[in-house]
């Protein structure tokens, strides 16, 4: 019998999800940054933003999109990247417990004499597990295409940036776990993790337009994130290390959740 069973069947048990957001993942990075050249690195580009208002550019965090470091965080971690990964994170936060509920999994699981937090923990640990793969993933991909596609970006803050993109998804994962754990409801958590990444984006880009709204900017994980670029100045550790703290609260809040209300009611 292995040591963490539930770990063991979370993240053998979703191989096919799995799979299907590393192909989508792939598939935008071979897309995108092989374009990079004839597209973020023209004379063309630079002439586009010169005519796009400069809150729609602060927005979609554009202001660096020419450079190769910058056209990557644009494109991949900051936008196309970080929907993915949080849909899939959040997918899995909110299968976790509240979708095992709905469907009367959860109670024959527990009948096998595994306690509720083991549950969570072990679950939480298959969900790290695949936002880790895909992030390895984004990581090779990128490292692959960084000489073709002209990108210039140093190892170090590629992995940093990893890091961070890790760090945001599984957090936008375990809010989805906690509202799953809260209400035994699978559309619950969904909701509580697509609002937790909705609302750190919209809040990064409106708070970014004014000096009046500025405050918002302390409220969202996307900033937390990406206010600076990891890929052209380096991770910003102390972020990262929050993202994941917190990451491990809420799984923390998830465990006491579920041990302290009855299942299936």
Sequence with gaps: MTKLPLFTRAFMDSWRATLGWAAGLAAAIMLYLPLYPSIGGSAQMGEMLKALPSGMIKALNYEEITSGPGYTQATIFGLIGFALMTAASVAWGAAAVGGDEESGQLELTLAHGVTRIQVV?????????????????????????????????????????????AGLALLTGTAALLGGAVSGRRTVGLACGAGVGVVA???????????????LLNLSPYHWAYGTNPLTDGPDWAAAGWLWVLAAALAALSALALNGRDVGT
């Design 121 to 165: 923990l072990e679950r939480t640990l298959a969900l790290a597990g695949r936002v880790v793969l895909l992030t390895a993933l984004v990581f090779v991909l990128i490292m692959l295409l960084n000489d073709s596609a002209g990108l210039g970006i140093m190892v170090g803050n590629l992995f940093g940036a990893s890091v961070i993109f």
């Design 201 to 215: 984006y919209v809040f990064n880009a409106v708070g970014r337009q004014s000096p009046d709204v500025e405050w």
